[in-house]
């Protein structure tokens, strides 16, 4: 079979390796769509944290089984979206819930294989059946959807709640959409490219602002808002989001930044703020994501348009990624 890898650098190699062998309680998965996201793009800059070449990339994914696990409850041509998390399911972390941060959790390039490979051989827990007429990419989205979903209840999102979400990537703009299918009230959504601006307001009808003309702050938002997501690597966003938030409000932040990152905490402390951390997402949170998405009560069409392209564009899709395309996601298909 053909695979991606990151060979060095930016620098990516297709090659033919070896169809894996499902081990015990694993099912064989032919991967239909891989979305590229920020993680993927910093590992291909030399910048992630523990996803270093060589290595396959790729997270974000849906297929279809073509080998049940042995004994398995999901057979060969299941739809399937891939959970990329893989916790031990024993420590003490696990058992109160909080796979997602387990100390001996597998991810895709630490422990777990990338997925744009054709085939990848997943614990059959992993997997979560979609729809037969579900669009492989929109399975794909599933796992960004997860993302959003765990930083929403964060947030601590319910019917009414004001909230800005800082930055209209693919996941800042499904965080604002699963905001509104808690019940968010007043939403805004600021980033610099209008493009991502127009997009996340014609699929959730929040307010935008664009951010290289001016802060929201700046216009008469200070203190306005019960909860602020931080989605933008950008480092002046922390900052941003302190004056947005309301005294005893909370901050999310979802990103990784590239480096250290220094804000002024007065705020912080005069009004009280939580600062939380949003990592990843339960197996909970997947199943809701997945749901959502199957049942069409998210809508993530807009961010799926046009078919994945074939494994070998993966050198020119990250390319572009790395040079700030207005494509919000880039999707492969690992079996073109």
Same mark, same amino acid.
């Given at each position: 079979m053909r695979t991606a890898v990151l060979r060095q650098v930016a620098r990516i ?8 062998? =499902?081990?015990?309680?694993? !099912? @064989? #998965? %032919?991967?239909? +769509? $891989? ?6 793009? /910093?590992?291909? &800059? ?88 579900? =669009?492989?990419?929109?399975? !794909? @989205? #599933? %796992?960004?959807? +997860? $993302? ?6 964060? /947030?601590?999102? &319910? ?31 600021s980033d610099v490219r209008e493009q991502a601006l127009r997009l996340v307001a ?51 932040? @979802? ?63 990250f390319e572009a990624l790395d040079q700030g395309s207005d494509v919000l996601k ?7």
């Amino acid at each position: 079979m053909r695979t991606a890898v990151l060979r060095q650098v930016a620098r990516i190699e297709i090659e033919e390796c070896a169809v894996p062998r =499902p081990g015990d309680g694993e !099912a @064989l #998965v %032919e991967m239909r +769509a $891989v979305g590229l996201c920020g993680s993927d793009l /910093a590992a291909f &800059r030399g910048g992630h944290p523990f996803r270093a070449p060589p290595v396959v990339l790729g997270h974000e994914g849906a297929g279809r089984v073509v080998r049940a696990a042995a004994g398995g409850s999901v057979p060969a041509g299941t739809r399937v979206a891939v959970l990329p998390l893989v916790s031990c399911r024993r420590c003490g972390r696990c058992e109160q819930g909080l796979a997602h941060l387990c100390a001996h959790r597998r991810l895709p390039g630490a422990g777990l294989p990338g997925l744009l490979s054709r085939y990848v051989a997943v614990p059959e827990h992993a997997l979560v059946p979609l729809a037969d007429d579900l =669009p492989y990419a929109r399975g !794909a @989205l #599933v %796992e960004p959807t +997860a $993302v959003a979903w765990h930083t929403v209840r964060a /947030a601590g999102v &319910r019917h009414g709640t004001r909230l800005a979400v800082l930055g209209a990537g693919a996941v800042g703009h499904l965080t604002a959409a699963v905001a509104r299918l808690h019940g968010a009230g007043e939403l805004l959504v600021s980033d610099v490219r209008e493009q991502a601006l127009r997009l996340v307001a014609r699929t959730t009808g929040c307010r935008t602002v664009n951010a290289r003309t001016g802060t929201v702050a700046g216009a008469g938002r200070t203190d306005a808002f019960d909860a602020v997501v931080v989605a933008s690597g950008h480092p002046g966003c922390l900052d941003e989001a302190l004056a947005l938030c309301r005294p005893r409000g909370t901050v999310v932040v @979802l990103p990784m930044f590239a480096g250290p990152v220094r804000s002024g905490l007065n705020p912080l402390v005069l009004k009280e703020v939580r600062i939380k951390g949003s990592s990843l997402y339960g197996p909970g949170d997947f199943r809701a994501a997945a749901d959502a998405v199957g049942r069409r009560e998210l809508d993530v069409r807009p961010l799926t348009e046009g078919e994945p392209a074939p494994l070998a564009a993966a050198q020119s899709a990250f390319e572009a990624l790395d040079q700030g395309s207005d494509v919000l996601k880039f999707f492969l298909d690992p079996a073109r």
